[in-house]
Protein backbone atom coordinates (compact mmCIF):
# COMPACT_ATOMS: atom_id res chain seq x y z
CA UNK A 1 0.00 0.00 0.00
CA UNK A 2 1.61 3.43 -1.65
CA UNK A 3 1.33 6.16 1.64
CA UNK A 4 0.52 9.61 0.06
CA UNK A 5 3.40 11.63 0.81
CA UNK A 6 3.67 14.50 3.02
CA UNK A 7 3.52 17.15 0.44
CA UNK A 8 0.44 16.00 -1.42
CA UNK A 9 -2.23 18.66 -1.21
CA UNK A 10 -5.08 17.56 0.42
CA UNK A 11 -7.89 15.97 -2.30
CA UNK A 12 -10.65 18.58 0.07
CA UNK A 13 -8.50 21.60 -1.23
CA UNK A 14 -7.36 20.19 -4.40
CA UNK A 15 -11.53 19.74 -4.75
CA UNK A 16 -12.19 23.69 -3.45
CA UNK A 17 -9.38 25.38 -5.10
CA UNK A 18 -10.46 23.73 -8.84
CA UNK A 19 -14.26 25.18 -8.17
CA UNK A 20 -12.56 28.17 -7.13
CA UNK A 21 -11.11 28.10 -10.58
CA UNK A 22 -14.21 27.32 -12.84
CA UNK A 23 -15.96 29.89 -10.55
CA UNK A 24 -14.05 32.62 -11.90
CA UNK A 25 -13.70 31.59 -15.45
CA UNK A 26 -17.48 31.73 -15.41
CA UNK A 27 -17.19 34.85 -14.05
CA UNK A 28 -14.94 36.21 -16.87
CA UNK A 29 -16.93 34.90 -19.46
CA UNK A 30 -20.41 36.54 -18.24
CA UNK A 31 -18.36 40.12 -17.64
CA UNK A 32 -16.69 39.40 -21.53
CA UNK A 33 -20.95 38.55 -22.55
CA UNK A 34 -21.54 41.65 -20.79
CA UNK A 35 -18.90 43.71 -22.30
CA UNK A 36 -19.58 42.81 -25.69
CA UNK A 37 -23.80 44.04 -25.02
CA UNK A 38 -21.65 47.28 -24.09
CA UNK A 39 -19.38 47.71 -27.11
CA UNK A 40 -22.53 46.79 -29.15
CA UNK A 41 -24.49 49.86 -27.28
CA UNK A 42 -21.51 52.29 -27.81
CA UNK A 43 -22.23 50.94 -31.94
CA UNK A 44 -25.89 52.34 -31.76
CA UNK A 45 -27.05 48.80 -30.84
CA UNK A 46 -25.94 47.26 -33.87
CA UNK A 47 -23.87 44.38 -33.91
CA UNK A 48 -23.75 40.53 -32.95
CA UNK A 49 -21.21 38.68 -30.43
CA UNK A 50 -19.86 35.35 -31.53
CA UNK A 51 -17.65 32.39 -29.89
CA UNK A 52 -14.02 33.00 -30.84
CA UNK A 53 -11.91 30.81 -32.68
CA UNK A 54 -8.29 29.76 -31.77
CA UNK A 55 -6.47 30.92 -34.97
CA UNK A 56 -8.63 33.88 -35.58
CA UNK A 57 -7.37 36.03 -33.49
CA UNK A 58 -6.50 36.65 -29.72
CA UNK A 59 -6.97 34.35 -27.13
CA UNK A 60 -10.56 35.66 -26.50
CA UNK A 61 -14.34 35.01 -24.66
CA UNK A 62 -16.07 36.04 -27.59
CA UNK A 63 -16.09 38.36 -30.14
CA UNK A 64 -18.01 41.03 -31.13
CA UNK A 65 -18.75 42.27 -35.14
CA UNK A 66 -20.28 45.75 -35.57
CA UNK A 67 -20.41 48.20 -38.26
CA UNK A 68 -16.74 50.32 -38.70
CA UNK A 69 -15.03 47.64 -35.52
CA UNK A 70 -14.68 44.17 -34.00
CA UNK A 71 -13.60 43.54 -31.24
CA UNK A 72 -12.26 40.59 -29.45
CA UNK A 73 -12.96 40.27 -25.31
CA UNK A 74 -9.38 39.02 -24.35
CA UNK A 75 -8.83 35.69 -22.27
CA UNK A 76 -6.13 37.67 -20.19
CA UNK A 77 -8.34 40.06 -18.63
CA UNK A 78 -11.51 39.25 -16.65
CA UNK A 79 -13.86 39.96 -19.47
CA UNK A 80 -12.97 43.78 -18.95
CA UNK A 81 -10.42 44.41 -22.00
CA UNK A 82 -10.09 43.77 -25.60
CA UNK A 83 -8.63 44.33 -28.73
CA UNK A 84 -10.38 46.27 -31.40
CA UNK A 85 -9.85 46.67 -35.31
CA UNK A 86 -11.92 49.93 -36.16
CA UNK A 87 -12.46 49.95 -40.04
CA UNK A 88 -12.35 52.70 -42.23
CA UNK A 89 -12.03 55.31 -40.09
CA UNK A 90 -12.32 58.76 -41.75
CA UNK A 91 -9.48 60.89 -41.06
CA UNK A 92 -11.46 62.96 -38.49
CA UNK A 93 -13.18 60.07 -36.66
CA UNK A 94 -9.43 58.37 -36.21
CA UNK A 95 -8.66 62.23 -34.61
CA UNK A 96 -10.70 62.20 -32.25
CA UNK A 97 -10.01 58.54 -31.02
CA UNK A 98 -6.54 59.73 -31.41
CA UNK A 99 -7.12 62.79 -29.42
CA UNK A 100 -9.00 61.23 -26.44
CA UNK A 101 -6.48 58.66 -26.04
CA UNK A 102 -3.52 61.07 -26.28
CA UNK A 103 -5.73 63.34 -23.61
CA UNK A 104 -5.83 60.39 -21.38
CA UNK A 105 -2.16 59.42 -21.40
CA UNK A 106 -0.68 62.64 -21.26
CA UNK A 107 2.96 62.06 -19.93
CA UNK A 108 3.89 64.61 -17.09
CA UNK A 109 7.60 64.97 -18.22
CA UNK A 110 9.25 63.87 -15.41
CA UNK A 111 12.93 63.15 -14.65
CA UNK A 112 11.55 59.63 -15.76
CA UNK A 113 9.96 60.67 -18.61
CA UNK A 114 9.84 57.26 -21.46
CA UNK A 115 7.44 58.86 -23.99
CA UNK A 116 7.92 59.29 -27.58
CA UNK A 117 8.34 62.21 -29.97
CA UNK A 118 5.12 60.82 -32.10
CA UNK A 119 2.96 57.74 -30.06
CA UNK A 120 -0.13 57.93 -31.99
CA UNK A 121 0.78 58.65 -35.80
CA UNK A 122 -1.18 61.90 -37.01
CA UNK A 123 -2.77 61.59 -40.39
CA UNK A 124 -0.15 63.09 -42.12
CA UNK A 125 2.39 60.72 -41.07
CA UNK A 126 -0.27 57.83 -42.28
CA UNK A 127 -0.43 59.89 -45.71
CA UNK A 128 3.68 60.30 -45.68
CA UNK A 129 4.23 56.21 -44.92
CA UNK A 130 2.80 53.32 -47.19
CA UNK A 131 3.06 50.90 -44.70
CA UNK A 132 1.34 50.54 -40.97
CA UNK A 133 2.74 52.95 -38.19
CA UNK A 134 2.82 51.56 -34.88
CA UNK A 135 1.26 53.25 -31.59
CA UNK A 136 3.72 53.53 -29.05
CA UNK A 137 2.81 55.66 -25.64
CA UNK A 138 5.66 55.15 -23.98
CA UNK A 139 9.23 53.08 -24.62
CA UNK A 140 8.94 49.61 -25.22
CA UNK A 141 4.76 49.90 -24.91
CA UNK A 142 3.57 48.83 -28.40
CA UNK A 143 -0.52 49.37 -28.10
CA UNK A 144 -1.36 48.99 -31.83
CA UNK A 145 -0.99 50.00 -34.92
CA UNK A 146 -2.48 52.30 -38.12
CA UNK A 147 -2.50 52.72 -41.29
CA UNK A 148 -3.96 54.54 -44.44
CA UNK A 149 -5.31 53.21 -47.55
CA UNK A 150 -7.40 54.48 -50.14
CA UNK A 151 -8.31 57.72 -47.58
CA UNK A 152 -9.58 55.58 -45.09
CA UNK A 153 -8.02 54.58 -41.89
CA UNK A 154 -7.44 51.07 -39.86
CA UNK A 155 -6.68 51.05 -36.27
CA UNK A 156 -5.96 48.19 -34.65
CA UNK A 157 -5.66 48.74 -30.32
CA UNK A 158 -4.20 45.29 -29.02
CA UNK A 159 -5.31 45.42 -25.56
CA UNK A 160 -7.58 47.87 -23.89
CA UNK A 161 -10.16 48.33 -20.91
CA UNK A 162 -13.51 48.46 -22.62
CA UNK A 163 -14.97 51.80 -20.47
CA UNK A 164 -12.39 53.17 -22.83
CA UNK A 165 -13.18 51.60 -26.13
CA UNK A 166 -16.93 52.02 -25.18
CA UNK A 167 -16.00 55.65 -25.39
CA UNK A 168 -13.91 55.81 -28.73
CA UNK A 169 -16.61 53.92 -30.24
CA UNK A 170 -18.67 56.80 -29.92
CA UNK A 171 -16.26 59.30 -30.61
CA UNK A 172 -15.87 57.52 -33.90
CA UNK A 173 -19.37 58.04 -34.21
CA UNK A 174 -19.79 61.38 -33.28
CA UNK A 175 -19.75 63.14 -36.47
CA UNK A 176 -17.90 65.75 -35.14
CA UNK A 177 -20.75 66.84 -32.49
CA UNK A 178 -20.14 67.42 -28.81
Not at 76 to 84: I, K, L
Amino acid sequence: MMSTPPTAIPSELTNALRAGIEAARAASAAAAQVAASLLIHAAGGRGSVHQAWRGEGPDAWCKVAAYGFTAHLLKVGHGDRAQVTFNQLTAEEYERVRIRVLELNECSHDLECECTEEPWPSVDSLRAQAEELEIVTREDDERGFARLSFNRITLTLWDEPVWLLFELIKLARSEGRS
